[in-house]
């Protein structure tokens, strides 16, 4: 029989990176609703990253203890080494232990390639791949030691992150933000790998829902909650309970997994497969190769029928 969900994270540490507000504040809350001890890292930036301030983490640990909750602020940006390492060390410190690790922060800097400056690129790649990467490394580097002390190679861990349909979509105008999601993605596969050896999983989640990031921009109005007080299919508190699943006891052998999820939409993706998988008798050569590829992309439209899913 599947348990009650409070209470199935008891005696859990976590930490939810980007806590301060949208997705991450609702992750924190129903991770310590079931439970768990928190650590709400944030920086408090704008949606570009400019900015900061530890008053939307402060609020995130408050709203925690009102529910009856354990939490404490770790104010910090998750792309610097160090930071990364005082909120792995502010949950040891605080809780005595770190089980979960939930990497949510991002920002987003949109535009076209051809308009995209350097600064622009270099920063959107830094916070959420670099952010995902140092988060990561410094919690498994946690678990080897754990690990190591008590000669016990298995232990409870989970990795989750967070990616976006953006990169399965090769998005228009976020050629930054799809390819440091697509890096979150195989990022975090490889951790799984790794992982493992500690009794450890890791997955990455792919949501859809309406924050300050959706809010504006071309699909704003998709995003928008029903005038008519019917089900609000993009309301963010329906990716939290996902979250809890992949953080708890029932999902000990769910890793390496893609999940994606909004309203009352989940979509589990399998792994890529090969739409020809050819060997050739003879090296290839540039008319042999035309006699091979010729056909089979002879009906297939250019993009829509690409690697890409197509466009929301
Ligand atoms: N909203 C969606 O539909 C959607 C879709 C796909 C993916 N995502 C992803 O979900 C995550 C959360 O996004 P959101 O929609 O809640 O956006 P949001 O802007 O509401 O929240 C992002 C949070 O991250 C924090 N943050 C930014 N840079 C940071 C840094 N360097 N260190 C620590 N904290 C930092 C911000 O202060 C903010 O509190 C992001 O990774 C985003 O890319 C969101």
Known sequence: MVKKDVGVL????????????????????????????????????????SGGSEAEANNVVREIEA?????????GDVANWDDAQRVVQTAVESFGDLHILMNNAGIQRDGM????????????????????????????????????????????GRLIS????????????????AAAKAGIAHLTLSAARECAR?????????????????????WAS?????????????????IAPLVVWLASPHAQNVSGQLIQLWGKHLRVFAPPTA??????DEPFTLENIQA????????????????????M
């Open 10 to 49: 008891d005696g859990k540490v976590a930490i939810v990176t980007g806590a301060g507000l949208g997705l991450g504040r609702i992750e924190a809350l129903a991770l310590a609703r079931a439970g768990a001890s928190v650590v709400v890292n944030d920086l408090g930036v704008e949606l570009d990253g």
């Open 67 to 75: 529910l009856g909750g354990r939490a404490v602020t770790a104010f």
């Open 113 to 156: 390639i051809v308009k995209m400056s350097e600064e622009q690129w270099d920063s959107v790649i830094r916070v959420h791949l670099k952010g995902h990467f140092t988060m990561i490394r410094h919690t498994m580097n946690h678990w080897r030691e754990k690990s190591k002390a008590s000669g016990d190679p298995k232990l409870y």
């Open 162 to 177: 967070t990616a976006s349909d953006s990169f399965m979509m090769g998005n228009l105008g976020q050629p930054n933000y």
């Open 198 to 218: 500690f009794g450890a999983t890791a997955n990455v989640i792919l949501p859809r829902a309406r924050t300050r990031m959706t809010m504006s921009g071309p």
């Open 222 to 238: 998709i995003f928008k909650a029903p005038e008519d007080g019917g089900f609000d299919t993009f309301a963010p508190e329906h």
């Open 275 to 280: 739409l020809l998988d050819h060997e050739n």
């Open 292 to 311: 091979l590829l010729g056909p089979v992309f002879e009906n297939k439209r250019p993009i829509e029928d690409g690697f890409a899913l197509p466009m």
